[in-house]
């Protein structure tokens, strides 16, 4: 498209407009890693497969709560030692990790409670998201939008003159989406394993509020001025 360009009867005004919004989260993910050892492989792979069992019944009876309930990752593996000129199988180790992610928090603390709970299984997280769809994105593109305008009416009045049309809006950049928050705590309260929590009360975890910018440029032509 070819740019038309500013004349004395055509004056241009390019302007940068921002929108910047701190919502509520929507979504709360974190991880869930159960694990097994020891010394014989089909008993090992057994604990592993009843204790995520234990975890995926525990989740899915959140019902519509859950969002989202994916497996990552399954490992199982010997642990050699050498004794003699050779190796040796020592131990089998297996893991499971579980990403789960939540839209009603108030399940949230005691479920992951619950999670700990169990048997040689750890919790890690929450972060703290919105939905890739989430209105919080059309509002701040909108209040961008509004700021442009705002600006360039000010230089305009600014010159005892008025807004023409619109040449050109376009984005400054990609929208920037809010990086997943982890709970301030969660290092220290939520990711640890069930040994020795014991009948733990649930824990009390305040979702983080996410910041949601958008930025854009306008040009618009005005009304030529009385200098």
Do not use: C
Not at 93 to 99: A, I, W
Not at 131 to 137: D, G, H, N, Q, T
Not at 200 to 217: K, N, W, Y
Request: no cysteine; net charge negative.
């Amino acid at each position: 498209m070819t740019q038309e360009h500013a004349t004395p009867d055509a004056p241009q005004v390019t302007v940068r407009g921002e929108g910047r919004l701190d919502v509520d989260p929507e979504l709360a993910r974190f991880w869930v890693t159960v694990s097994a050892r020891g010394a014989d492989r089909s008993a090992t792979l057994a604990d592993l497969t009843r204790r995520n069992t234990q975890v995926l019944d525990l989740i899915k009876a959140q019902g519509a709560a859950v969002e989202k309930l994916e497996t990552g990752s399954f490992s199982i593996s010997p642990e050699l030692t050498r004794k003699g000129r050779g190796e040796r199988v020592h131990a089998y180790r297996g893991r499971v990790r579980v990403t789960v992610e939540l839209s009603d928090f108030t399940v949230l603390g005691e479920l992951v409670t619950r999670l700990a709970d169990l048997d040689l299984t750890s919790v890690d997280g929450p972060w703290w998201e919105l939905r890739p769809a989430s209105p919080a994105y059309a509002e701040a593109r909108r209040l961008a939008v509004e700021e442009a305008v705002q600006r360039a009416r000010a230089y305009a009045e600014a010159l005892g003159t008025t807004l023409a049309s619109l040449l050109e809006l376009s984005d400054a950049g990609p929208d920037q989406l809010p990086m997943p928050r982890r709970a301030a705590f969660a290092g220290a309260a939520v990711a640890y394993s069930a040994e020795g929590v014991g009948d733990a009360a649930p824990l009390d975890l305040e979702p983080q509020r996410q910041t949601v910018t958008a930025d854009v440029v306008a040009r618009f032509t005005m009304r030529p001025p009385a200098l």
